[in-house]
C-alpha cells in the first residue's frame, strides 16, 4: 500500500507524480516558477563576459580579437565541469538547497567583474579567471532540469523542461539586449567609483551588478517557498547511467542541439564584428557607418533560440521528440551551410543582412531541437537515469562557448561553419535510426 501524500513539511512524502492521487500541481509549478527565476539569473552571469568583453577596448583596455574570444569561451569550459557536479545534487541536497545556495553564489562573479572594469589596467589573466567564474551560472543547469523532472508526471515533462530551459536560456538574451543599454547610462550614479580621469569603467560597471538584487529575491523565494521529493540516491548509484547507451547517443545530439547553439550565441558579437564590422577586413574600404556592430545584434539569436524552445515543448508532448530532434539536425545543417557560404563570400557589409538570415533560422532549429531533446530523454530512459542523463550530456553540451570560441581562434569561420554542418548530418543519421524512424528501436 502506497504511503499516503503529506505535503506540509521540507520533504514531499508520499510523492508520485505519476498517480493524481499522490501528486500536487500547485507544489509542481510553484517549484517550476522560482527555479526557472533562478535559472534565468544564472544565465544572465553565464554571458555576462559575452556582453562585456567586446565593449572593454571603448573603456581603456587593449585586448587583442584573440583574448576577446578567450575571455568569452571561458564560461563554457567551467559551466562543463560544474555541470558534472550539478548532475548529482538534486538527488543528494535536494532541490530547496540546490537552489537557494546557487542563487547566493552568482554574486559572486557579478562583484568580481563589479571591481575588475573600473581599472583598464587589469589582467588578461585576472579576466579570464572572473570568465571562467560565471561558469556557475549556467552549470545549475544540470541540477535544475532533473530536479524539475522529479516534479512531474511524464505527459507534461516536455511541456515543463521546455518551459524551464526556454525561460532560463533566456537569462542569455537578457544579457546581451540589455547590457548595451546599460553600458550606455549613468542610469545607477556609479561615476563616484571611477579612479581618477576614467569615465567609461562605471558605465560597464552596470551590467555587471543590475542582476545581483534578483539573485538575492531567488535565494529568498527558493528557501522559503522549496520542498524537496523523496529522491535519494548516492554517486555511486547514479553512476548507471554510463552503462547505457541512450545517455552517449543523447550527449551526441544535444552537443548538436545546444553545444552550437550557445557556441554560437556567445560567439555571435563577435563573429559579426570579425566578418563583416570594425575588426574585419571590410574595415579599410567602407565607411565605419555602412559595418555593423555585432554587439547590436547578439541578443537576437539567443532570444529565438529561447523561445523556440518552451513555444516547441507542447508540440514535442503531442508528437514526441524524436521527430522534431531530426527535423532540427537537417534544418541546422543547410543553415549553417548556408551561412558559411555567405562568409567565405563577404566582400561587402551589403551581404551582411543574409548573413544574419541564415544565422537566425540556424537559432530557431537549434531551439526546436533543444525542446525535443529534453522530450526524448525522460521518455527513453527510466525516470531516475533521465534526470542523471539530462544532466551529463547538458555538461558535455556546455562546451559550445569554449570550443567554438577555441575554434575561431584557429581556423577560418567559414571552415567552421562548414564543419558544424557535417556534424549536424551525422546526429540527423543517429537520430533517424535510433530514434526517429517508423520501427525505431527506441522511439520517443
Known amino acids: 500500500m502506497s504511503q499516503q501524500l503529506d505535503t506540509t513539511g521540507r520533504i514531499l512524502t508520499g510523492w508520485d507524480p505519476e498517480k493524481p492521487e499522490h501528486w500536487s500541481s500547485r ?9 526557472t527565476f533562478s ?3 544564472g544565465f544572465t552571469v553565464w554571458f555576462l563576459p559575452s556582453a ?13 580579437k584573440n583574448q576577446i574570444y578567450w575571455i568569452t569561451s571561458m564560461p563554457g569550459l567551467s559551466c562543463a565541469a560544474l555541470r558534472l557536479v550539478y548532475m548529482f545534487l538534486p538527488a543528494t541536497i535536494g532541490t530547496r538547497r540546490m537552489v537557494g545556495i546557487s542563487s547566493l553564489l552568482f554574486i559572486l562573479p557579478m562583484l568580481g567583474w563589479f571591481f575588475a572594469v573600473r581599472d583598464p589596467q587589469t589582467s588578461f589573466a585576472t579576466l579570464l579567471g572572473l570568465a571562467f567564474a560565471c561558469g556557475i551560472g549556467a552549470g545549475t543547469f544540470s541540477g535544475y532540469m532533473p530536479s ?8 507534461l515533462t516536455g511541456t515543463a523542461l521546455g518551459l524551464q530551459g526556454g525561460l532560463g536560456n533566456m537569462g542569455m538574451s537578457i544579457i546581451q539586449l540589455t547590457a548595451p543599454f546599460l553600458m550606455s547610462t549613468s542610469l545607477f550614479g556609479l561615476h563616484w567609483i571611477a579612479p581618477p580621469g576614467q569615465v567609461d569603467p562605471p558605465v560597464i560597471i552596470n551590467a555587471t551588478v543590475f542582476f545581483l538584487p534578483w539573485s538575492l529575491l531567488a535565494a529568498a523565494l527558493a528557501f522559503a517557498c522549496l520542498k524537496d521529493v523523496p529522491v535519494k540516491a548516492n554517486v555511486a548509484e547514479q553512476l548507471d547511467i554510463f552503462g547505457n547507451i541512450d545517455t552517449w547517443l543523447m550527449t551526441v545530439l544535444y552537443i548538436m542541439t545546444f553545444g552550437v547553439y550557445s557556441g554560437f550565441a556567445a560567439q555571435t558579437a563577435n563573429i559579426i564584428n570579425n566578418n563583416y564590422g570594425a575588426t574585419s577586413g571590410l574595415a579599410g574600404a567602407f565607411a565605419a557607418s555602412d559595418l555593423p556592430d555585432g554587439a547590436s545584434y547578439a541578443f537576437i539569436g539567443t532570444f529565438l533560440g529561447s523561445l523556440l524552445r518552451f513555444l516547441w515543448g507542447p508540440l514535442c508532448d503531442r508528437f514526441g521528440g524524436a521527430i522534431w530532434t531530426f527535423v532540427s539536425a537537417i534544418g541546422m545543417a543547410l543553415t549553417l551551410g548556408f551561412c558559411g557560404l555567405q562568409l567565405a563570400n563577404a566582400t561587402s557589409p551589403a551581404g551582411f543582412g543574409i548573413f544574419l538570415a541564415g544565422l537566425l533560422t540556424m537559432f530557431f532549429f537549434a531551439g526546436v531541437g533543444n525542446a525535443a531533446t529534453f522530450k526524448q530523454m525522460p521518455m527513453i530512459m527510466p525516470k531516475r537515469q533521465a534526470g542523471g542523463a ?3 550530456t547538458a555538461a558535455v553540451a556546455s562546451l559550445g562557448p569554449f570550443l567554438v570560441g577555441i575554434a575561431l581562434t ?3 569561420a567559414a571552415t567552421f561553419f562548414y564543419a558544424c554542418a557535417a556534424f549536424c548530418v551525422t546526429c540527423a543519421l543517429i537520430c533517424w535510426i535510433r530514434y526517429a524512424r517508423p520501427g525505431a528501436p527506441r522511439p520517443g
Open 410 to 412: 584557429a581556423i577560418e
Open 390 to 392: 539530462i544532466g551529463f
Open 27 to 35: 507544489i509542481a509549478w510553484r517549484t517550476l516558477a522560482i527555479t
Open 148 to 155: 524539475t523532472g522529479f516534479f512531474f508526471p511524464r505527459r
Open 52 to 64: 562585456v568583453a567586446p565593449r572593454l577596448n571603448e573603456a581603456g583596455f587593449e585586448l587583442t
Open 39 to 41: 535559472m534565468m539569473i
